[in-house]
């Protein structure tokens, strides 16, 4: 695989993430448990979507199509979004977007580290901006965590469940493919598999200090590499792309 | 009854380096930390701040109204506190 | 009895002399109550007025588009907080606020009330709500409530791009296709009465508005505003090249403004009544914003209890 096909594919890929997941955030908007938490919320949602922008335009230029920022975000069909599984999951309660956030930011966090050091001056550029902001993201997602680990009995149960059930998908996160490679080779990116221990470690210290059990390591879903979703991402483009679709070539 | 709701914080923000902090608003936060967190979200959105203070609103305590006359209109008569009190010749210079 | 007699003659002349009465001041108690009670609806109508809008964020059509929404909207929601603060310094806190909001004995502005239907609709919202909103707000930073004053001033800083992203998506509309320029003309046509309807009765038919006048909490008319916002609206309806939905709205040269229709108050008091298209939605989505957080909050409380109780015992 050439270089350039596979930067294009990690860009996306990080893009996607932030897309989808800040896409995502953003329907706390309105209806959060308290004011305070709606503002914080949709600032995290808002940096996550920045980033996707940054890395979008990035990789249209990659590509070198002319694809925009907005052909990337709404004009690809499902099998090429290329998001990890967890971040298109539903929002469900308070708790369960906590642990969804927590497991993806810890994640993001150690990812985007590595990259400030990348090869390429313009992911290491776009790493270095976003790395001050997924730092906060990380943090808050940690405090509730503690919150709701250490808070009430309702809550302890509510969310070890949240975090039982969002296990499962935490392996897709990590698997490597032929993209991943050439990145790495190619000093752009890290090798994923360096990075899982200190995911894991993090995570634990953390479970612990919110007195929740790790939950049990099993079968884990995977497939976002090549595009294969759950059922949850039909209807998120359905959302995302519904003007764009419905309006074909209209400037917005 | 316990109160169930968040306590009220009042939140100061250091515009920037060199200023001192001033009240930027309240805001609801279960303990210091959030409150901090919250403040920050809420109040330098707009690159406001580069420092925060948080105090729970309970913690402040202030002057009445009924006071104003014996705490600070006895001030108001005090001029030999200000510079023009004093008459020091123009070729002096500044001082 | 006497000492009451000079309170209110250091209230009255604060009034007269534009100085602001302050949370520990004394005040009249219909004083306190009325203030309290615009804090408090214009408190919800920023929080109530996320919901339409936010109808929109997962469709908004281009990045650029769902970012300044999205940060938009995070703007009403903190001024809801700025506003309940501004509310609770008067003795009532934001807990017992939203619980009046939710009971339905405490009301919102009823534009909220209507659906937003198209993503023109979105731009409709910001250049005429918005715009309507801010004509009432630039007037209440004068407002003699200290506290009020300061989230007013606070809250129109902010507000200064609101207006502009929906007059910029209604541009981008009207120099589109046909079809775009059709789905602006059609969200004006529903907005726009609506948007008059904001300013509240006439000042004739509205219970507080005198005695809020002859307090300084509000420093212009009902009347006065709605009749601001029809003259400096026009000229940007012009400039999209859409039709105001008003077929008497005419130049007046002698008078300096426009001359305009009607507006149909039965429908306007429906909407307050609760017959509006959402009115329901709006308080049900708040209302469950409100249980589903409840353990949320719960159980921050209960952390931060049991970290200081972990302190004490450090420090014991
Ligand atoms: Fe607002
Ligand atoms: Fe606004």
Redesign the interface.
């Known amino acids: 695989m050439e270089q350039k096909e596979a930067l294009f594919n990690y860009l996306l890929r990080l893009g996607d993430n932030a897309?989808i997941l800040g896409?995502k955030l953003?329907?706390w908007?309105?209806?959060?448990?308290?004011?305070?938490?709606?503002?914080a919320v949709?600032?995290t949602?808002?940096d996550l979507?920045?980033h996707?922008?940054s890395l979008?335009m990035y990789a249209g230029e990659v590509e070198g199509k002319g694809r925009t920022?907005?052909d990337l975000?709404?004009l690809r069909i499902e099998r090429e979004y290329r998001n990890a599984l967890i971040c298109e999951l539903p929002n469900g309660?308070?708790?369960d977007t906590i642990a969804r956030q927590f497991l993806f930011d810890q994640f993001n966090y150690l990812l985007f580290s590595e990259l400030v050091n990348s090869k390429d001056e313009t992911v290491a550029a776009i790493a270095a901006k976003a790395i001050k902001e997924i730092r906060y993201h990380l943090r808050r997602s940690m405090e509730w965590t503690?919150?709701?680990g250490?808070?009430?009995e309702?809550?302890h149960k509510?969310i070890q469940e949240s975090f039982n059930d969002l296990w499962s998908y935490t392996g897709d996160l990590f698997v490597e493919d032929e993209s991943d490679a050439v990145i790495v080779a190619a000093g752009i990116g890290p090798d994923l598999n360096t990075i899982l221990p200190i995911w894991r470690e993090n995570v634990k210290a953390v479970l612990a200090e919110a007195t929740l059990e790790m939950p049990e390591d099993g079968w884990m879903h995977s497939g976002s590499k090549s595009g294969r979703h759950t059922e949850h991402m039909g209807h998120i483009l359905s959302?995302?792309q519904?003007?764009?679709r419905a309006?074909p070539g209209?400037?917005? | 009854m316990e109160?169930?709701?968040?306590p009220?914080w009042e939140v100061f923000v250091r515009s920037k380096a060199g200023l001192s902090h001033k009240h930027a608003?309240?805001?609801?936060a279960?303990?210091a930390e959030?409150a901090i967190s919250n403040a920050r979200d809420?109040y330098t959105?707009?690159n406001e701040g580069v420092s925060i203070w948080v105090v729970e609103s309970k913690h402040i305590h202030?002057t009445?109204?009924?006071d104003t006359e014996s705490m600070f209109d006895p001030n108001a008569d005090k001029i030999y506190r200000h510079p023009t009190f004093y008459d020091i010749p123009d070729e002096v210079g500044h001082m | 009895m006497s000492e009451e007699k000079d309170l209110q003659a250091?209230f009255d002349k604060k009034i007269e002399n534009e100085v602001k009465i302050?949370p520990?001041?004394?005040m009249p108690d219909a004083y306190r109550k009325n203030v309290l009670r615009q804090m408090a609806q214009h408190a919800h109508s920023e929080?109530v007025g996320?919901?339409p809008e936010?109808n929109w964020?997962?469709?908004?059509?281009?990045?650029r588009?769902?970012?300044a929404l999205?940060?938009k909207?995070?703007d009403e929601?903190?001024h809801?907080?700025?506003l309940?603060?501004a509310a609770?310094t008067l003795g009532k806190?934001?807990?017992t606020l939203v619980r009046e909001l939710l009971e339905g004995t405490a009301k919102y502005s009823s534009i909220f009330n209507y659906p937003a239907l198209t993503?023109a609709d979105i731009g409709a919202v910001g250049w005429l709500v918005d715009g309507a909103a801010i004509v009432n707000q630039i007037m209440l930073q004068k407002t003699s409530y200290g506290p009020y004053s300061?989230?007013m001033i606070?809250i129109c800083k902010?507000e200064s791009f609101h207006q502009r992203q929906g007059y910029e998506?209604m541009l981008?509309l009207c120099?589109?296709?046909d079809?775009?320029k059709a789905m602006a003309q059609d969200a004006l046509n529903r907005f726009w009465w609506p948007s008059l309807m904001m300013f509240g009765p006439s000042d004739k038919d509205s219970p507080h508005s005198a005695q809020s006048m002859a307090w300084k909490v509000k420093r212009m008319g009902n009347d006065d505003l709605r009749q601001k916002f029809i003259d400096q609206t026009v000229k940007q309806a012009d400039f999209l090249g859409l039709t105001i939905p008003d077929p008497e709205l005419k130049w007046n040269e002698e008078k300096g403004q426009y001359d305009w229709g009607q507006i149909d108050w039965e429908e306007f008091f429906n909407v307050i009544k609760g017959n509006g298209p959402c009115n329901k939605e709006r308080l049900a989505?708040r209302q469950?914003?409100y249980d589903?957080?409840?353990?949320?909050?719960?159980?921050?409380?209960?952390?931060?209890k049991?970290?200081?109780e972990r302190k004490d015992k450090e420090a014991a």
Not at chain 1, 29 to 39: A, N, Q, R, T
Not at chain 3, 57 to 63: D, E, H, K, L, T
Not at chain 3, 298 to 304: D, G, I, L, S, V
Request: proline share 2%; hydrophobic share 40%; with cysteine.
């Open positions: 897309a896409h953003s329907e908007c309105g209806h959060g448990p308290e004011l305070e938490e709606d503002i949709i600032n949602a808002l979507l920045g996707a922008r979008y920022e907005d975000a709404f309660h308070y708790g503690l919150r709701l250490d808070g009430t309702e809550s509510k959302e995302l519904y003007m764009q309006y209209c400037e917005w | 109160r169930k709701d968040w009220l608003g309240s805001l609801h279960p303990d959030m809420v959105r707009r202030s009445l109204e009924t | 250091i302050e520990k001041d004394w929080v996320m919901l936010g964020i997962a469709r908004a059509p281009s990045m588009r769902k970012v999205l940060a909207i995070q929601a903190g809801g907080l700025y309940y603060s609770e806190d934001r807990d993503w300061r989230a606070r902010e998506i981008t120099r589109g296709t079809e775009q989505a469950a914003a589903n957080g409840a353990w949320v909050r719960e159980a921050a409380t209960a952390y931060a049991k970290k200081a």
